[in-house]
């Protein structure tokens, strides 16, 4: 069995400042991990992604993620906070086992304050 | 490259009406998604295919959604008869193989009545 726990539903930073989104995992398999992204009223787009190479992995517009299998987590951050990175971030796992199962996290909503 | 498409982009319909979603994923993609997003929460997985085959279902409502996938392309999500609790937006997405980027189509917003 899989899933995913994202431990914020809602961070609030100020412009300029560094961004922690934090993301728990329980996986079966060894998993591929995702981050995505979504503007209001706009489709969901992909940050990053990790599938067993580096653990660090950079994404889009700055961001990266780090997977930690000791504690199970994979958390986005970023050094500096824009306005433009308003938005809902979701933390996805998918197993490599036999079903290749999809489960998304339920979501942080990110506020950067001017 | 084209992406994912959908339609319609909404729906308005009275409870216990039934209603249909459209998917066309991107040209070569094996694996497609149906996901259903109710305001203020993530996408929850309804089904996903691997080709015209169900390789996940466990979270369909099966007494009244139902899904295919003819020929390994496109795909058609029902409803019927439809509830309030149905007011949603139903993702598509499409991926190449496990570890690869899911693609989402735009969406359907349905408004049950």
């Known amino acids: 069995a899989q899933s995913v726990t994202q431990l914020d539903s809602h961070v609030s930073v100020s412009e300029g400042t560094p961004v922690l989104l934090r993301c728990n995992y329980s996986?079966?398999?060894?998993?591929?991990l995702f981050w995505y992204v979504q503007h209001p009223n706009k489709g969901l787009q992909l940050l990053l992604k990790y599938t067993s190479a580096a653990t660090l992995v950079k994404g889009i517009n700055g961001f990266e993620a780090e997977f930690k299998k000791s504690e199970t987590s994979f958390h986005l951050t970023k050094p500096s906070a824009h306005m433009s990175d308003a938005a809902e971030y979701f933390c996805?796992?998918?197993?490599?086992?036999?079903?290749?199962?999809?489960?998304f996290g339920t979501g942080t909503k990110l506020q950067v304050i001017p | 490259e084209a992406g994912v498409a959908q339609s319609p982009r909404y729906k308005i319909i009275e409870k216990r009406q039934s209603v249909a979603f459209w998917c066309n994923p991107i040209s070569g993609h094996a694996t497609l998604y149906w996901y259903q997003q109710i305001l203020g929460q993530g996408p929850k997985l309804l089904i996903q295919f691997q080709n015209n085959g169900v390789v996940d279902d466990s979270q369909l409502p099966k007494d009244r959604f139902s899904a295919e996938r003819l020929k390994g392309v496109d795909s058609t999500l029902k409803i019927q008869p439809a509830k309030l609790e149905d007011s949603a937006v139903y993702l598509c997405?499409?991926?190449?193989?496990?570890?690869?980027?899911?693609?989402f189509g735009p969406g359907t917003r349905l408004t049950v009545l």
């Open positions: 997405a499409s991926s190449s193989g496990w570890g690869t980027e899911q693609f």
């Open positions: 996805v796992v998918s197993d490599s086992g036999g079903y290749q199962k999809v489960t």
């Open positions: 996986s079966s398999y060894s998993p591929s």
